[in-house]
Structures are given as structure tokens and as C-alpha cells.
């Protein structure tokens, strides 16, 4: 069996914090040659490591202990599948081949909040940029519960300036064939298969965005209208003499409801709406004319893309 889990800086294992021994060797101090280990920062500084730090040790008299995967007794066994971490890799790459890769995974043994050991924050970040968001922080790598049909995971993108782009899957890790998995742009309400090999190109200019992607486990033909209540006359328009928005006949109050003019800019946002105020008109000042795209979220995490005109 393999060693404590943990050793803390005080000296605090999982069998001394409460917890089990999670094996039956103790590790020491000194490390031996080929033994992967991991490192907890808790201050600034530099981190170095000197030749004048190596030291011989032996095994024989319990200086140091090489820690080894038990080897299963069936080679065949399986894993636990209820343990597999489905992994989705999303490249976002600009015209000049430059861009960010970034990773979500989804299991049973992870959580929508922080899971230490399984996401990793956004450091730096570039001009052009694709990442997810937990709270108020940016992430490279992110973990997440289980798949569900409406399961909506949140990205921010980043532009420099006008010009091209593409975001592509470019490796699902333990999918299900049958498990559909989409792109979502906000901005054109436009469902993309990220099972497709050639990504999905847009254009964007300066800014920073971020509703206008999001990640979506079932297509526009669900989404659209599950979670809704309509009515046979639901509609939305802006009325330009009261200088109103409104959602007519819809029964259902919103997490929140988003304005994308043509060029995707994000112009209005309202968080946590009433359905009798949606009826009455949202007011929404000094819109130029042209068209836009409102997007309605629920509270459920559902989404309805709407375009609409004000002249």
C-alpha cells in the first residue's frame, strides 16, 4: 500500500488530522532518486534545488522509503467508472496561430466549485484569450459535477482587436459517444458540435466577453424551450415610445436577461428578473438603432437567444 496522503507542515497527516492512515509506510524526509513528489508553496520566493543537497540514504535502514504503485492482482480488472474524470481540451486559436488551450473535466468526485488538486487559475493572460470562470477567477483548468442535459459552463474571451477566430475540442477523454456537447455563441445563437473537426470561426473585435460563449450539453432544439413557460403569444420587442424592452406572455422569472449589439458588444445586463416585470417592460435608454440579440437565462441555467430590431 502506498503512504499518508498528506504530511503538513506541522506534521499533520490524514491518520493524525482524524483521518485513517491511507497505507502502511510513513514517508521521511530524505527522497529517493526517481520518487515523484509534490510541493505545497505557502510564501514568495525562489525555489532551489543543489547538488550539495543530495545525500546518501538507504532503504536497508529506514532513511528513506521508495513509494510504488501496488500492482493489481488481476492486470485485467477495470477501473472504476464511476471515478473517470470525462475530460474535454478547447483551443481557441487566432488568425496568426497563436491562442490558449484550456481543460474542463466532469465527474462524480468533483464539484461546479473550487476542488483543490483539480483547478488551476489563469496566472497570465494574453491578448487574445479563451478561459473558464470560477467566481471571480480566471482558469485554465477546471473541474466540474457530472454532466447534466442542462449543464451550462460559462467562458471569457478576450480580443485584441478585429480578426478572426477559431475554437475547436481538441480531445475529449472518456466521452460517451452519444453525449452531445456544443459551443455556444450568445451573440448569433448559434449551437456549434464541438465534435466536429474544424472548429468554429468567428469574427470579434477589442474586448473582453463574458456571455457571449458558453458550453452546452444538448442543441438549440431543447434548449430553446425547455425550462420555459410560454404562452401561445410570447414575443419580445422594444417598444421606442416608452423606450422599453419587453417579454410578453412569459411566465417565468430570469436569472438574467443580456443585450449583444452587431458587434457583439455587451450593451445591457439585468440580473434576477420577474415575470410580471418582463411583462411591463424593462427599461432600456439611449439604444441606437439596429439589430440585437437578447439573451434569457433562467435560473435553471436554461437559455433562450432572441433577435430583435429597434428602429
Same mark, same amino acid.
Given at each position: 500500500m502506498l503512504?499518508?496522503? $498528506?504530511? #503538513? ?7 493524525? =488530522?482524524g483521518g485513517?492512515?491511507?497505507g ?20 514568495? =520566493?525562489?525555489i532551489k534545488f543543489?547538488n ?20 493489481s ?7 472504476n467508472?464511476?471515478?473517470v474524470?470525462k ?9 496568426? #496561430? ?16 473550487f ?6 487559475k489563469?496566472?497570465?493572460?494574453f ?29 471569457t474571451?478576450k ?21 452531445p456537447v456544443?459551443?455556444?455563441?450568445n451573440f448569433?445563437?448559434?449551437?456549434y458540435?464541438?465534435?466536429?473537426e ?5 469574427t470579434s ?9 458558453d458550453?452546452v450539453?444538448?442543441g ?6 425547455d425550462g420555459f413557460?410560454?404562452?401561445n ?6 417598444n ?8 410578453k ?8 436577461l443580456?443585450?449583444f449589439?452587431a458587434?457583439?458588444q455587451?450593451? $445591457? ?5 420577474k415575470?410580471?416585470d ?12 439596429g439589430?440585437y440579440v ?7 441555467g ?5 433577435k430583435?430590431?429597434?428602429?
Amino acid at each position: 500500500m502506498l503512504a499518508y496522503q $498528506f504530511i #503538513g507542515l506541522n506534521g499533520d497527516s490524514t491518520q493524525s =488530522g482524524g483521518g485513517p492512515a491511507e497505507g502502511v509506510k510513513t514517508p521521511t524526509k530524505f527522497l529517493p532518486v526517481a520518487q515523484g513528489f509534490v510541493v505545497e508553496i505557502v510564501n514568495d =520566493g525562489d525555489i532551489k534545488f543543489l547538488n550539495s543537497q543530495r545525500v546518501f540514504k538507504t532503504e536497508a535502514t529506514d532513511e528513506t522509503i521508495f513509494f510504488r504503485q501496488v500492482a493489481s492482482s488481476n492486470e485485467g480488472e477495470a477501473s472504476n467508472t464511476e471515478d473517470v474524470i470525462k475530460k474535454i481540451r478547447l483551443q481557441l486559436t487566432t488568425s496568426n #496561430g497563436l491562442g490558449r488551450e484550456i481543460v474542463m473535466g466532469f465527474s462524480s468526485v468533483t464539484s461546479d466549485e473550487f476542488d483543490y488538486g483539480y483547478d488551476a487559475k489563469a496566472y497570465e493572460t494574453f491578448n487574445n484569450d479563451l478561459l473558464t470562470v470560477l467566481e471571480e477567477n480566471t482558469m485554465v483548468l477546471q473541474a466540474y459535477s457530472e454532466i447534466t442535459s442542462d449543464k451550462v459552463v460559462d467562458l471569457t474571451f478576450k480580443a485584441d482587436g478585429n480578426g478572426m477566430y477559431n475554437i475547436k475540442a481538441t480531445q475529449f477523454v472518456d466521452f460517451p459517444i452519444d453525449q452531445p456537447v456544443f459551443l455556444l455563441d450568445n451573440f448569433t445563437g448559434t449551437y456549434y458540435d464541438l465534435s466536429q473537426e474544424q472548429g468554429y470561426n468567428f469574427t470579434s473585435q477589442s474586448g473582453v466577453y463574458t456571455n457571449r460563449f458558453d458550453i452546452v450539453f444538448q442543441g438549440s432544439e431543447t434548449l430553446s424551450t425547455d425550462g420555459f413557460t410560454f404562452n401561445n403569444d410570447f414575443g419580445i420587442y422594444y417598444n421606442s415610445n416608452s423606450n422599453k424592452l419587453f417579454a410578453k406572455q412569459s411566465n417565468q422569472d430570469l436569472k438574467s436577461l443580456t443585450l449583444f449589439n452587431a458587434l457583439g458588444q455587451k450593451i $445591457f445586463q439585468i440580473q434576477d428578473i420577474k415575470a410580471e416585470d418582463l411583462q411591463s417592460g424593462i427599461s432600456l435608454k439611449n439604444a441606437s438603432t439596429g439589430m440585437y440579440v437578447v439573451i434569457l437565462k433562467t435560473v435553471e441555467g436554461k437559455i433562450l437567444n432572441k433577435k430583435i430590431i429597434i428602429d
